[in-house]
């Protein structure tokens, strides 16, 4: 079902190993040229085109792609009370842990007397939050996205998810009703890549152009962000679910393989690998994966997942080969299954989330640890980060300079500038002062001090 490769007794550098480690086939570049005309069509004609592409593709048209606010309270009504409190438990949890994310890490640095530099986190004004409806509503992506906007102090946030031809034209009730949860009453039914162009183009009478899109989704969704991005900030290129188990000898095989189908369970294309110094464990594992998959109620999806290219079990010489493993990998999930789990978690560099020890499974991630689910994947972790509060605030420095602090620094200014060929920028600082009493200005090649200007010793 799963295939293995070998990586034992082979001195493999980083980026020999970078291009082993199994991966799913995603061409961005191509879907791409699919949706161009889409985002094209979306800003042309707006309402009209959603329209059209909503038949098309979620074959439904809502009454209103803007979600009627009824519907979102009637979704939270609805609620079955056990399904509400496991909601409200997991918004909780995200929202405790995005408060210590940072929020506002406003600072002041005095550099000199008079001169100082300032960093303000400001917040995006309005972001779209995409939440996909494909092959699983997941309601648990809109509190992965709002619950961190929210805290990061975001004005103004609307959310789009396909309409479902079952619930007449609405997305799916679980996402509206986390919605509702969390306060959030600008919901539009609209999926993929025309979501994407909506929320950046902006539609007349209907939806305002957003600052920023965040959310993951299929490829084409994907492909969109590519396409927009310039047009609007974004936050990731978000490619299909993935999971790396770095286990030893002293690993559970039932968990170890129930943690490989869980997120297998997401998509045909999702990745699992199995990281291992230990050939037994993986004889356990690949045993356990065959009874399991088997009678699980996404049999087929699991085992296309399991059977494709982005999984296998890699066998490797020790613990060590297994971490240069898991960092070339750069899962967007990584558990360590080993003894001493946690000083083996300090050692690894690279991946988005990392779920340490036997108690720590991925799907707590998914749902309710309070950590983000949104994450990097196709190896993005070794220059990226999750979805979090700082993806919605901008840094900006504020400089703050009097009269003093400029005419410490301003020689060095003017200096750097004759350097670069641009004169006229030191000479917006050496207009500011009288050159009879301004100690250390440059200004066309003379210096003054305090006795009157001298010729430059240049």
Known sequence: MIRTIDLRGRDLAAEDLTAIVPRAPFDVAAAARVVAPVIDDVAARGADALAEYSERFDHVVPDSFRVPAAAIADAVAGLDPELRAAFEVAIDRRRRVAAAEGGDRSTVVELAPGARVGQRMIPVSRVGLYVPGGLAPLSS???????????????????????????????????????????????????????????????????????????????????????????????????PTEIAVLADDSA?????????????????????????????????????????????KHAERIATA???????????????????????????HLEIQ????????????????????????????????GSTHVLPTAGCACHSSGLNVRTFLKAVHVIDYDRSGLAEIADAVVTFAEAEDLPAHGAAVSARFDLALVEGARVDGARVDGAGVEEDPR
């Open 306 to 332: 399991l059977g494709g290219p982005q999984s296998a079990m890699v066998l490797v010489d020790d613990l060590a080969a297994g971490i240069a493993v898991a960092d070339a990998y750069a899962a967007e």
């Open 338 to 369: 080993t003894r001493d789990a946690a000083s083996v978690a300090a050692r690894i560099r690279n991946a988005g989330a990392i779920f340490v020890g036997a108690w720590s499974p991925v799907s707590l991630g998914d749902y309710a640890a």
């Open 141 to 239: 992506s809109v509190l992965m996205n709002v619950v961190p906007a929210q805290v990061a102090g975001v004005d103004r946030i609307a959310v789009a998810s396909p309409p479902q031809r079952d619930f007449g034209g609405l997305p799916h009730p679980a996402v509206l009703a986390v919605c509702g949860l969390l306060g959030v009453d600008e919901v539009y039914a609209v999926g993929g890549a025309q979501a994407i162009a909506m929320f950046a183009h902006g539609v007349p009478g209907l939806c305002e152009r957003v600052d920023l899109v965040t959310g993951p989704g299929n490829i084409y969704v994907v492909a969109a962000k590519r396409l927009l991005r310039g047009q609007v900030g974004i936050d990731a290129e978000a490619g």
């Open 252 to 296: 559970e095989p039932a968990h170890v393989a129930a943690d490989l189908i869980s997120q297998a369970e997401h998509d045909p294309l999702a990745g699992a690998v199995l990281i291992t110094d230990a050939p037994a464990l993986a004889d356990s594992v690949a045993a356990e994966l065959e009874s399991r998959v088997a009678a699980a």
